[in-house]
DNA sequence: TCGTCTTACGAGAAGCGTAAGAATT
DNA sequence: AATTCTTACGCTTCTCGTAAGACGA
């Protein structure tokens, strides 16, 4: 179960070929070959159907390990070698576009003031490359949000020991257009919404609806990336519902007409807060450390 | 990062010895730090201080990773011949001592009562060593019960994707001695405990108690076994206090005398129960799935 | 001086590439 | 016939063991 041949056989196995492959990973044919051959024969069960190279039974299951096993693998080198470096007076962060509200962005600027000399880099990308960035130290720290019920944690891949800690909560409401049979409520239960058009996005996932609720919620429409600009465009155009934090939201309730967004209504139940973590490994004492402090209430 | 190498470092460092570790491992001395040199230019960091063999700072961040590591190694290897065998007649059970109670042995007496050919094997361990027998495949179905709150999960090692479901919870009460000053009580409140002499046993770590209470809950003494019947001893003999499950204790308040044991007294606040969890990997159908349907409620 | 880790060196094994072979479409 | 995986073979690299060397207690 060499990590080498484990990524020689998720690659086989992605490309469904032994020679993409090998393209890929800078290897002969042949040498792939003998790689997953030698998978194999250390396991004493056959991996890949060939013609079409297509996983077997026991392959996928391997494919399942393989992935969280090769990334914690890199995790571990990164948090080694973070420990044995200098500590550097730049500092790389990594959050998903959520994340930063208006709270964070303050702290994060009161924190800077107290370092003037400290360079910063932030980098937006979604929730699972947030954790990545972290676990594998190309971040020093990161910021994800989600959506959660109060005070509970969210679920983030499983990248080893990795340290996290809820740093903002707030109220989570019901995005919809402005011109909505429902705007004008009050406050809505969720479990009246089941049967709604939904937005499907990174930033509020419907399966995770599903996970605090119970069935339903059928995507409307499905969108694959991670700008909150775009989506609160498409609630306004009527696309579908989606649940956003509500400084995110319009504060006064918009003139009707086409493209505008509603103030949002508040959910009744399930309470769901959106809540925002902040991940690091093991901090050195340095400039990373004291942002980590600043950014806690 | 060679895993090979990994549990080389481990054990190396476990014994604070190259040669120890070359006479565990098999290797000879010179092996062993051929290997260490090779990790540490792998990794390009020093992992061992010479005389005395002792971890480095960098060295001690991969020794947290390592054991994990090796577990989810070894847990995937098991996890894909597991899908690759054929089901066999002989099952293999791992529980904690207080896992198995009367509800679900019952419930294991009438699966086998529909199966009667199928070969039950049951070995008691700790929670730790349930999980990880589970995870290589050395038990086919764990049984590993624990403190939690009303349906939350317990926190079990992480051994990599093994499905976990509760088959029971029960009320948990206060175990004290017959003539304890606080034993005719009806109920009482945890935290009004935090002072009084606990025993730490794994049954009911003080940890954890902490983790859902608050700081306090001094071991007046650490029972290191995992044996019921010697903590009710312990108990009656006034050592100290602990929790149990309410089956466990005697069903009628005992004569207050030397040795006995009170009926134990419930917890108004938090409100705890005693959990069992089921363990279990990707099961294949066969006899495994379904003892596995038959012990959840 | 003794115990312990490191280094040098040779033998064996393992891994890769080239090239030819086999199997499927 | 073309594409793709497998096998054979030689070369290189890696890894281990033996044995000698270096370093501390």
């Known amino acids: 179960m060499d990590p080498h041949l484990l990524t020689t056989f998720t690659t086989v196995?992605?490309?469904?070929?032994?020679?993409?492959a090998a393209a890929e990973l800078g290897y002969t044919q042949s040498a792939i070959s003998q790689q997953i051959a030698a998978l194999e024969a250390d396991l004493g069960v056959a991996l890949l159907g060939r013609r079409p190279v297509e996983p077997t039974p026991a392959?996928?299951?391997?494919?399942?390990?393989a992935g969280p096993l090769l990334l914690r693998l890199?995790?571990?080198r990164a948090d080694v070698l973070r420990a044995a470096a200098?500590?550097?007076?730049?500092?790389?962060?990594?959050?998903?576009?959520?994340?930063?509200?208006?709270?964070?962005?303050a702290r994060?600027?009161?924190?800077?003031?107290?370092?003037?000399?400290?360079?910063?880099?932030?980098?937006?990308?979604?929730?699972?490359?947030?954790?990545?960035?972290?676990?594998?130290?190309?971040?020093?720290l990161g910021l994800a949000d989600g959506v959660a019920a109060p005070s509970d944690p969210l679920r983030l891949p499983d990248t080893?020991?990795?340290?996290?800690?809820?740093?903002?909560?707030?109220?989570?409401?019901?995005?919809?257009?402005?011109?909505?049979?429902l705007a004008g409520r009050a406050a809505l239960r969720l479990a009246d919404l089941v049967d709604a058009r939904w937005l499907q996005t990174p930033l509020c996932p419907l399966a995770r609806l599903?996970?605090?609720v119970g069935e339903g919620f059928a995507a409307a429409l499905d969108y694959r990336g991670d700008d909150v600009h775009t989506v609160v465009n498409l609630v306004a155009a009527g696309h579908g519902l989606t649940l956003l934090p509500a400084s995110v939201l319009p504060a006064a309730p918009a003139p009707s007409?086409?493209?505008?967004?509603?103030?949002?209504?508040?959910?009744?139940?399930?309470?769901?807060?959106?809540?925002?973590?902040?991940?690091?490994?093991?901090?050195?004492?340095?400039?990373?450390?004291?942002?980590a402090v600043a950014l806690s209430p």
């Open 13 to 20: 196995a992605r490309h469904g070929s032994f020679s993409a």
């Open 108 to 140: 994060l600027a009161r924190a800077r003031a107290q370092q003037p000399r400290l360079e910063v880099t932030l980098l937006t990308c979604g929730r699972e490359q947030v954790a990545t960035m972290v676990a594998e130290g190309e971040a020093d």
């Open 257 to 291: 007409g086409c493209g505008a967004l509603a103030r949002g209504v508040p959910l009744a139940s399930p309470r769901l807060v959106h809540r925002v973590e902040l991940l690091h490994g093991a901090l050195p004492p340095g400039p990373a450390a004291d942002l």
């Open 59 to 65: 392959g996928r299951r391997l494919l399942e390990h």
């Open 210 to 212: 599903r996970d605090l």
């Open 86 to 105: 200098q500590p550097r007076h730049r500092l790389r962060l990594a959050a998903t576009p959520l994340a930063v509200n208006a709270v964070l962005a």
């Open 74 to 76: 890199r995790a571990a």
């Open 160 to 181: 080893g020991p990795m340290t996290t800690a809820g740093v903002s909560e707030e109220e989570l409401r019901v995005a919809l257009p402005a011109d909505h049979p």
